[in-house]
């Protein structure tokens, strides 16, 4: 007489084959949407400068909480270039360093520009917690053209090269 066969048996195949497909697609929605792949020139939604912070997401450069933008990744012990690029460091099995540059125009004000790790946020000139506001945008590596503006702050950037001209306050 054969053994009897459990209902059951066939779980011991599927509960690693779920697993498995279930891995693969949090790698891919990691990839995708997070750093894994990110480029100089994209855009991130950083809520915090530090690498316990939720990983930075990818978003459109558009869009209202695309604060940072890519100007470099470079290997983990690298330095970025010249300029004043705010990083963040990621680490696992590709270890690397996104130099941020502040993805903002001409008009737009911020807040948590005067923080030493929180991300900045776009908001409304008239919001009383702003502490920061774009004067001019030039697409030089040039101080001198915040002259003749109230600016208050100058961050400059090599790659691309651009100058911020801030009215910073608080």
């Not at 909480?65 to 100007?71: G, H, M, Q, S």
């Not at 590596?141 to 090269?161: K, L, M, Q, W």
Request: charged share 20%.
């Amino acid at each position: 007489m054969a053994p009897k066969r459990s209902k059951f048996a066939w779980l011991r195949f599927a509960i690693p084959i779920v697993v498995v497909v279930l891995s693969a697609g949090a790698f891919a929605f990691n990839y995708f949407t997070g750093t894994g792949n990110a480029q100089p020139g994209e855009c991130l939604s950083v809520s915090e400068f530090t690498r316990t912070a939720d990983e930075p997401k990818k978003a459109d450069c558009g869009a209202q909480e695309a604060n940072v933008k890519i100007a470099a990744r470079v290997g983990g012990d690298e330095a970025c270039p010249q300029g004043d690029y705010d990083t963040i460091s990621m680490s696992g099995r590709i270890s690397y360093k996104l130099c941020l540059a502040v993805n903002a125009k001409q008009g737009d004000c911020l807040t948590g520009y005067n923080s030493s790790t929180a991300g900045y946020q776009k908001v409304p000139c008239t919001d009383p917690g702003k502490d920061a506001e774009l004067l001019k945008v030039a697409d030089v590596v040039d101080e001198a053209v915040c002259e003749g503006t109230e600016a208050t702050h100058v961050r400059s950037y090599s790659i691309p090269p651009t100058t911020l001209c801030l009215k910073v306050g608080k």
